[in-house]
């Protein structure tokens, strides 16, 4: 797959060998987000960051990506301060947009409206999100972290076993990286959920037609002896009313009793976040983090090499990074 000039909408575009393509650009990209060494590769470019739905990582790690790599960046956020709120149409705001930027990243509550937006632009489209479908770069960051947690074991992704637990319905994280993991071979997935929020029958389809295990349950301890535990939240904005999300709330609560009981010694927590700490929730509690195989922040920093790779090669420089290379003259932590 050339990368150059391609929208970038859902995790089915990808084969396992463009995977391993972008997770080793990904991985070059480390010293740039640490700060070791800067890149002005896409000095002049501009982003247009649309978020017309809440996020922290996403959006902030989109800007961060594009300014690591020297470009500018746009945003709008929120669908009452953009002219969508008018009844202008997707397309539209793409044609318009797209001439302002050299990429966009979007997320927005429409299934498939990243698509839409997609066939009005005239530069590359990342999705951010599109409703309950599919969020295509946190699926590449979390399986990039689940490649490097495993790695320190000597693992590997094919042959291992991941549990899935909590809202596998509207959690569209879990659709897209199971969708990814249908690349490997002999994965083994217990899906935990309630029986009303169950991972949707294509997805499961998707994940046996691969010729994985898949474990359907919601019983989450006797579930928990994987070598991957992915939490997720309940998406209480999918809902059609807080007094139905709230029946969920507070099911499937991991913390570091239930941890030590039923995991494995090193099986590794993950969770897209954000994490509902709310005391009627909490579905990944406090007393984790000090934990050495708690991976979400970890994989949260994963997103910024990710979408940087994401840029470069969508943008075509990625064989090109290391030729703009210019010192970094403050002090750095990182
Ligand atoms: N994981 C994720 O999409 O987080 P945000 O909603 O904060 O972007």
């Not at 997805?203 to 991957?228: F, P, Q, R, Y």
């Amino acid at each position: 797959m050339n990368f150059s000039g391609q929208h970038v909408l859902s995790v089915n575009q990808f084969e396992r060998d463009n995977l391993e393509y972008i997770f080793n650009i990904a991985e070059k990209m480390e010293p740039y987000a640490k700060r070791k060494i800067r890149t002005k590769v896409l000095d002049g470019a501009i982003l247009g960051n649309l978020f017309f739905e809440p996020s922290t990582r996403t959006r902030v790690s989109f800007g961060c990506a594009f300014n690591l790599l020297g470009g500018e960046v746009r945003e709008t956020t929120g669908m009452e301060t953009s002219a969508l709120a008018k009844g202008e149409s997707l397309y539209d705001t793409a044609r318009v947009i797209s001439s302002y930027s050299d990429v966009i990243a979007m997320r927005h509550p429409q299934a498939g409206s990243v698509a839409e937006f997609a066939e009005g632009s005239r530069v590359p489209v990342i999705n951010g999100g599109d409703g309950a479908n599919e969020h295509p770069t946190q699926a590449l960051l979390d399986l990039y972290t689940i490649q490097s947690e495993l790695r320190a074991f000597e693992q590997k992704i094919d042959g291992m076993h991941i549990a899935m637990v909590g809202d596998l319905k509207n959690g569209r994280t879990v659709h897209s990286l199971s969708k990814l993991l249908a690349q490997y071979n002999n994965v083994h997935l217990s899906l935990i959920s309630p029986t009303e929020l169950a991972m949707p029958d294509y997805v499961i389809d998707t994940l046996e037609n691969a010729g994985h295990k898949v474990t359907i349950s919601d019983d989450m301890e006797h579930n928990l002896n994987a070598d991957i535990v992915y939490q997720t939240r309940i998406q209480e904005e999918r809902f059609e009313n807080q007094d139905e999300a709230n029946k969920y709330r507070g099911q499937f609560r991991l913390n570091s009793d239930i941890y030590t009981r039923f995991c494995k010694s090193n099986t590794v927590i993950m969770h897209p976040l954000p994490r509902d700490s709310r005391a009627d929730a909490n579905e990944l509690d406090n007393d984790l983090n000090q934990n050495p195989n708690l991976a979400i922040f970890r994989q949260a920093d994963n997103g910024i090499l990710i979408r940087m790779a994401l840029f470069a090669m969508t943008l075509g420089v990625a064989d090109q990074v290391d030729k703009y290379q210019c010192p970094v003259p403050w002090y750095s932590a990182k």
